[in-house]
């Protein structure tokens, strides 16, 4: 096999449109992520071009490709498709060994994944019903306190211990919730601590279905809201662990997929 | 409008039939299909006695006395299945049922709302398995003025329990020949259960070939069949429909042939399929896995005395685990499991439906004690506005990606 060989995964979610190229060794070599948008192709073409010219390659450089996230079948040229959940478990195998639950919470979907020690997929559970407590629902909640997304971990570190709770989860009523608190003048910060303790609650719920204890549990996060470090800690003081977050968390999902194309080209 | 369907249906299979005589082609399911669509007829007819019933009605009783009788469900599944649901639980919201309830008794709620039931003589409720499906017996009783018999199925084993269940439906049976003005004819009744115990044995040979590696039941051959075969118990038919599924999987098995080409995963379906139109069985079959079990598909019950059937009707209702204490549930389908060698499990867990859901923790962990996967699903399996078609697939595939890699790993890779 030659040494330039190349194999990219590319992760189609709801926000966001992420790609990962790794060489023949399986080290990352390149990773980009673009706003997904309403047209998902043209978001899978930007990811794959900016992915290649990062690393110096032509655009018609052949790579073998693994898609997965909801639009996994709109890749045109793929080797396979393979859900997130499998590439999310194969992605964290690989920046942090040994862990063996994995909470992703990406734009729409919320799992907890359940690992063995060779970071195989054992058990699984995802949100279901309604999309709160992901990234679609922090961005509105962002938007109604007119902050940025990104600034949320922020704030929540100035929030001191309290006990704003919110009641609602659904993402309509919480926004008007969050407005109505906005209003009678309660702090950004303690709103936003208090948002992620429900995601916690929410996502610790979700954790128990696969594993009831998690205190002997290596545990990592993923996925775009693993960005937001408020979230991270509130979940981790619910489940009483500590949890691990790999650099760019977003694309473990893609790097999870560029490294089952190399095993499947056979490299 | 809902009869019409029926008698076109009728002729449309009876045609497809004729043009499959003398071929190879597979026709169990269409078979099985005519005679569901004849009974849409009599049902929706008008010429005949109707009853409509719970669920584990004795529903060979009933057509010895020339009833011809039908869960309700039965129309709410088949609402979904033809595209016609959505006015009806919308009729059902608009008069204030919760969208938390079970849809398909929200679907023949709005159905007799809406007109589109036909007025039974009678009604014969069972008060399990669900409540929520008494209440709907109610509602229909109350609205077409009209009498139900309630046939209490204890939940537990109370002494003498199959004497209190058969001494109801002697009861019933009174209870019918006041309604009908006529007595029931005891050679009649024991011709019906003989065909009863006939059409047994040749289930239990259908579904040993079922067991088959591969299996030959294609995608669609036992889709919501044990269920409603029991609605043609005590009938000729019954026993022909069953014997065409034995030949049919006999042949394909003796050939060698399964239902889903490829087959690679085999896997296990809890209570109820999806009714409306939606990719699953296509995806499934596309990745080579094959329902080779439905929870509904197996015979718990022994033969039936013909000549006094009473305590055997009884103990054959009794036998149904799904009405039962959750223990009889899981030892079940953990023998379901290893019959039928499956490498995981569908629950669809339908929303609205209290038993499903509830005994969810306890299925699993049931199933976890013989090494086989669960896949939860939250699905409205009548209600296509709360299906999400990516979010289903994601979990079905991931699923079988997970028993592949077991497998792999199983296998030392």
């Known amino acids: 096999m030659a040494d330039d060989t190349h194999y990219l995964g590319v992760d189609i979610g709801s926000l966001s449109c992420d790609a990962v190229l790794v060489d023949a060794w399986g080290e990352v070599v390149a990773w980009a992520v673009v706003p997904t948008g309403a047209r998902n192709l043209e978001a899978i073409a930007s990811a794959r071009q900016q992915v290649l010219e990062r690393a110096g390659l032509d655009a018609n450089a052949p790579v073998s490709v693994v898609a997965t996230g909801y ?13 997130e959940i499998t590439c999310h478990a194969r992605g964290i195998q690989a920046l942090l060994p040994g862990t063996t639950l994995l909470v992703d919470i990406g734009g729409q979907d919320s799992k907890a994944i359940l690992l063995d020690s060779k970071g195989r997929v054992v058990e699984f559970a995802m949100n279901d019903k309604c999309a709160a407590g992901t990234g679609r629902f922090l961005e509105a909640m962002a938007r109604a306190m007119q902050v940025e997304l990104q600034q949320l971990g922020e704030l929540d570190r100035l929030a ?20 109505s608190l906005v209003a009678d003048g309660a702090e950004v910060p303690q709103i936003v601590g208090a948002l992620h303790r429900a995601i916690a609650a929410r996502t610790q719920a979700l954790v128990r279905r696969v594993c009831p204890d998690t205190a002997a549990r290596a545990v990592a996060m993923s996925g775009g809201v693993a960005r937001n470090l408020g979230v991270v800690r509130a979940i981790g003081s619910l489940l009483g662990c500590e949890i691990a977050v790999p650099p760019e968390p977003d694309t473990v999902g893609a790097l999870g997929a560029a490294l089952i194309a190399r095993e499947r080209a056979g490299a | 409008m809902i009869l019409p369907y029926f008698e076109n249906l009728v002729s449309g299979i009876e045609t497809k039939l004729r043009d499959l005589e003398g071929t190879d082609e597979p026709r169990a399911r269409k078979r099985f299909a005519l005679e569901i669509a004849r009974l849409g007829v009599r049902l929706f007819g008008g010429r005949e006695p109707v009853a409509w019933c719970g669920v584990l009605a004795p529903f060979d009783l009933l057509s010895a006395m020339g009833v011809t009788s039908c869960f309700a469900e039965f129309v709410g599944a088949m609402l979904a299945s033809t595209g016609g649901v959505e006015p009806m639980l919308a009729a059902t919201e608009g008069t204030g049922y ?16 809406q007109g589109l039931m036909p007025r039974p003589d009678f009604l014969v409720a069972t008060s399990a398995p669900c409540t929520g499906g008494l209440a709907m017996m109610e509602n229909l009783a109350r609205h077409f003025d009209k009498e139900m018999f309630v046939i209490h199925i204890p939940t537990r084993d109370e002494p003498d329990v199959v004497g209190y269940l058969a001494g109801q439906l002697r009861e019933l049976v009174r209870f019918v020949e006041v309604r009908t003005g006529r007595p029931l004819d005891r050679r009649r009744l024991a011709e019906a259960m003989e065909r009863t115990n006939r059409t047994r044995e040749l289930l239990l040979e259908v579904y040993e070939l079922a067991r088959s590696r591969p299996s030959p039941a294609r995608r669609r ?39 889903v080409p490829g087959e690679r995963v085999r896997l296990m379906w809890l209570q109820n399929r999806i009714q409306f139109r939606s990719p699953v069985e296509q995806l499934l079959e596309q990745a080579g896995v094959a329902v080779v079990v439905d929870e509904f598909n197996t015979v718990t019950w022994d033969s039936i005395d013909p000549d006094d059937p009473f305590e055997g009707i009884a103990r054959r209702t009794l036998s149904i ?73 994601t979990r079905i595939e991931a699923f079988v990606e997970l028993i592949e890699d077991r497998r792999g790993a199983r296998d030392g890779g």
Not at chain 2, 98 to 113: E, P
């Open chain 1, 160 to 179: 001191r211990s309290g006990s704003l709770t919110l009641s609602s989860m659904c993402t309509v009523f919480a926004e008007s919730e969050v407005v």
């Open chain 2, 321 to 393: 685990p799904l009405c039962r204490p959750a223990q009889r549930r899981i030892d079940l389908l953990q023998r379901l499991a290893r019959d039928y060698q499956v490498d995981g499990v569908i629950n669809p867990c339908h929303w609205g439906c209290r038993q499903g859901t509830g005994m969810r923790g306890l299925v699993e962990e049931g199933m976890r004690q013989v090494g086989v996967p669960v896949l939860n699903l939250e699905v409205d399996c009548i209600d296509p506005r709360n299906f999400a078609p990516g979010q289903l697939v």
């Open chain 1, 71 to 83: 639009g996994r079948s709109r890749v045109e040229d793929r080797l396979a498709a393979v859900t």
């Open chain 2, 221 to 259: 051959d036992l889709f919501n069949f044990g269920l409603v075969v029991s609605l043609l118990l005590g009938t000729e038919t019954a026993v022909d429909v069953a014997r065409t599924y034995r030949d049919e999987f006999a042949r394909r098995v003796a050939a060698g042939v399964g239902g």
């Open chain 2, 98 to 113: 919760s969208t938390d309830g079970c849809s398909y008794h929200r679907a023949v709620t709005g159905a007799t709302q």
